[in-house]
């Protein structure tokens, strides 16, 4: 089974150029949601399914520069295509490459719809900037939802994800295969393997996030906004778990705007 392709992302995957066709709904509340976890642990997957019941969009760096990859090479600053190169080795792209292109995409933060950050921020010097827009656009996160798995199972789920060139679905070829070899459920597009799924790019992004991604659990934790999951078992089943620890955030969240209303109001 593949993973949604999120309906339309438009303002996020081509930045300020783009506008979304299928805005979100605007919501009283929005779910503003940052997902953690190593490369290839589901975070891509979980997102896409908690967009499909919570409606927040899912807002994700690497489709962002993947999305720039597929652009013929004039189009590129050279800024992205040092990015590009980063990528392909599995290494991680400049904090001040990553932070230009989120800044320029801040609308998208705004977004009355809420968010799903997925890959964002991967480092403490893009947790900080990311904070500190936030405070100063009067944003708050909901929670940040960190997926745990062994290295073993990790490595596997990379090893064999593949991914529709047309419509981004994601697969894996044990896990949740294809109804037909290479070739997309959905919109029949032609499957491929992204290139930072080979053993040596891997290796380099798995101690990569070792290195810089993990302290932001740390960092979290400390604002109490972290949830940490078990991510074993299907997605469906991650799904049910992450639910319940984020739902209770949501409604205290709904509880202070109300509150802070009714304060305001006398
Ligand atoms: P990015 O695109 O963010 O990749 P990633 O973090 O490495 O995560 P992945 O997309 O590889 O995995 P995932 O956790 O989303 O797993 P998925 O759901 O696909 O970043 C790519 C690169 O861009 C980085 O290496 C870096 O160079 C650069 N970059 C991006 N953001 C950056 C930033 N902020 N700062 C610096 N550099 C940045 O699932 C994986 C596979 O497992 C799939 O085949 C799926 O079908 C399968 N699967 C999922 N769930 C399950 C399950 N429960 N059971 C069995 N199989 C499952």
Redesign the pocket.
């Known amino acids: 089974m593949a993973s949604s392709n999120n309906g339309n992302r438009a303002a996020w995957l081509q930045g300020p150029s783009g506008h979304c066709e299928l805005a979100p709904t605007d919501k009283v509340t929005p779910w503003r949601l940052i997902l953690l ?1 190593a ?7 979980q997102a896409d399914l908690l967009h499909q019941r919570l409606g927040a969009c899912h807002l ?4 962002v ?1 993947r999305a720039a990859g597929s652009r013929p090479d004039c189009e590129q600053s050279p800024a992205m295509r040092d990015a590009l190169a ?2 392909r080795r ?4 400049p904090d001040s490459t ?1 932070w230009e292109l989120v800044r320029e995409r801040r609308a998208c933060l705004q977004c009355r719809g809420g968010f799903i950050l ?6 403490l010097s ?1 947790a900080v900037s990311l904070a500190q827009l936030m405070k100063s656009e009067g944003l708050s996160l909901t929670a940040v939802v960190s997926y745990e798995l062994p290295a073993e199972a990790i490595v596997a ?2 090893a ?2 593949r991914t529709c060139q047309k419509c981004k679905a ?3 070829i044990v ?2 295969p294809p109804q037909l070899e290479g070739q997309c459920d959905r919109c029949g597009g032609k499957l491929f393997q992204r290139e ?1 799924d080979r053993p040596e790019s891997i290796e380099v ?1 798995l101690e990569a996030y070792e290195r810089s991604t993990r302290p932001l659990i740390d960092f979290y934790s400390n604002s109490g906004l972290l949830r940490q999951i078990e ?1 074993t ?3 469906e089943q ?1 799904l049910d778990r992450t639910l319940p620890e984020i739902d209770a955030r949501h409604l205290s969240q709904g509880a202070q705007q109300l509150w802070t209303a009714a304060e305001n109001r006398r």
């Not at 490369?39 to 997957?45: A, D, R, S």
């Not at 599995?90 to 792209?93: A, C, K, S, Y």
């Open positions: 976890g490369p290839g642990v589901g975070k891509g997957t994700s760096t690497g489709d520069f980063s990528m599995g290494e991680l792209v990553v997925d890959g964002f921020p991967r480092t893009q789920r990379l064999g994800r994601v697969y894996h896990e949740r930072d992004r991510a078992g299907s997605p991650i």
